[in-house]
C-alpha cells in the first residue's frame, strides 16, 4: 500500500477523534486460539477456542477494514499455526491496511519465510530476555534460538522486524542489557508490564526494580526515540501499574478493536469478554454504535490496562500530525 494512502487515513482517524466521531485506527484478529507455547503470564494456550474457515475469517476481515482501519494485525494464540494465513493477511492488504503478525517466531523457517516477507509490512517477534529466561518464561526449551533465527530470516527477506518484550518479575533486571543488545538485532522494540491489572503480588516486582527499569527506558526513548516504539508517558505509566494506580486510559471499541479466533468483535484486544456484536454475521456498524449492550457495559466497568495495543494507540494520538507520519514511517517497510 502506498504510504501517503496509509498517512491519510491515520490522518483521518485523528480529525474524527478530535470530532469526537472516533474510528478504530488499530485492530487486531487472534486467528487462532492454538499456541505451541505455554508461556506463563497467557491464558491463550489454556483454552480451547474454535476458529474461523478461511470463508468466514476473510468475512471478518472484511467487515472490520471496511471501517478505514489503517493498522491491522495478525496474533492469536501462534498465528503461524494457521495453514491458511497468507490468504487471510493478503485480504487484509487489499483494502490498504498495514498488516502485521505478532509471533513466537518458531514455526518460521527458510521454507516459510519468503511468502510472510512478501506480504507483511512488520512482524513482532516475542523475546522476554536471554535464552534461559526466555525459554522458562515460555515453557519450552529451545525457543529463543528459533525466534531469533526467524528474526535473521525476517531481515535477510527485508521485513521491519520488531521485538515485543514483556516485564515481569523474572527478567525485569536483565531487561536494560537484554534490549540494548537487541539494538543491533531488530527495527524497534516495544516493552509492555505483564498483565493481568491490577498485578497480584507474585506478579509485581520491588520498586527499585522498575524504577531501574524505567531509567533505562527513558534514556533510551530520549536518546533513540524510534527504537523504542511505545510513548513516553506510557513507559512512565509503569510505576503506576504495578502499584495498581495506573490512571484509566481507554478507547475501547473506539480507537482500537479486536476479533476474537470464533470472530466476535471485541472492543478491544486486551479483554476476550468484550463481546460487542459478530464480525461475520452481524453489522460491525451497528455494533460499534449502540452502547446498550452488555459488552460495552463491561466496557466501562474495565479498571483498564497498559498494552501499547490499546493504551500506547490512545497516547499517540495525543499529537496527532507529528505522530501520523511517525507511525507510519515506523510500521510500514516497503510496497510503495
Ligand atoms: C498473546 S501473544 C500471541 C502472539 C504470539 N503467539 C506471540 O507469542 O507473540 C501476543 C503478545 O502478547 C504478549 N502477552 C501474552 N500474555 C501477556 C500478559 N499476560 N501480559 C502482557 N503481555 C502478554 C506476548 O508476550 C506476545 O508478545
Redesign the pocket.
Given at each position: 500500500m502506498k504510504t501517503s494512502q496509509l498517512t491519510a487515513k491515520v490522518l483521518t482517524g485523528f480529525l474524527k477523534f478530535k470530532a469526537g466521531r472516533p474510528k478504530p485506527l488499530f485492530a487486531s484478529y487472534n486467528v487462532t486460539g492454538r499456541?505451541n507455547?505455554r508461556?506463563v503470564?497467557?491464558e491463550?494456550w489454556k483454552n480451547d477456542i474454535p476458529e474461523l474457515p478461511t470463508k468466514k475469517a476473510l468475512a471478518a476481515i472484511d467487515a472490520v477494514c471496511r471501517l478505514g482501519v489503517p493498522f491491522f494485525d495478525l496474533?492469536?494464540?501462534?498465528?503461524l499455526l494457521r495453514k491458511d494465513l497468507i490468504v487471510l493477511a493478503k485480504r487484509v492488504a487489499s483494502h490498504g491496511c498495514l498488516v502485521s503478525m505478532?509471533?513466537?517466531g518458531t514455526l518460521l523457517n527458510e521454507s516459510r519465510v519468503s511468502e510472510v516477507a512478501d506480504i507483511f509490512d512488520t512482524v513482532?517477534?516475542?523475546l522476554?530476555g536471554p535464552k534461559e529466561i526466555h525459554d522458562r518464561i515460555r515453557g519450552v526449551a529451545g525457543t529463543y534460538d528459533k525466534a531469533v533465527e526467524a528474526i535473521r530470516l525476517l531481515k535477510a527477506h527485508g521485513v521491519r522486524v520488531a521485538v515485543?518484550s514483556?516485564a515481569t518479575p523474572w527478567n525485569i533486571d536483565i531487561l536494560p542489557q537484554f534490549i540494548e543488545e537487541l539494538r543491533s538485532l531488530v527495527d524497534f522494540a516495544q516493552v509492555?508490564?505483564?498483565?493481568?491489572y491490577p498485578p497480584s503480588p507474585e506478579n509485581t516486582p520491588s520498586n527499585e526494580q522498575v524504577s531501574r527499569l524505567l531509567d533505562y527506558l527513558l534514556k533510551l526513548k530520549r536518546s533513540d526515540p524510534s527504537f523504542l516504539a511505545v510513548p513516553t508517558e506510557f513507559i512512565k505509566g509503569f510505576e503506576q501499574f504495578f502499584k495498581g494506580k495506573a490512571p484509566r486510559i481507554c478507547h475501547a471499541g473506539e480507537l482500537y478493536i479486536a476479533i476474537n479466533p470464533e470472530g466476535k468483535l471485541l472492543a478491544c484486544p486486551a479483554r476476550s469478554d468484550l463481546v460487542l456484536g459478530d464480525a461475520v454475521s452481524g453489522s460491525v456498524d451497528d455494533a460499534l454504535k449502540k452502547r446498550d449492550s452488555e459488552g460495552w457495559h463491561k466496557v466501562s466497568s474495565c479498571r483498564g490496562c497498559w498494552?501499547e495495543c490499546t493504551v500506547g494507540v490512545s497516547m499517540f494520538l495525543k499529537n496527532p500530525l507529528k505522530e501520523a507520519s511517525q507511525l507510519v514511517g515506523l510500521w510500514s517497510s516497503r510496497k510503495n
Open positions: 499456541c507455547m508461556c503470564f497467557c491463550w496474533s492469536g494464540g501462534e498465528p505478532n509471533t513466537n513482532v517477534v516475542s522476554d515485543n514483556v509492555q508490564p505483564m498483565h493481568p498494552l
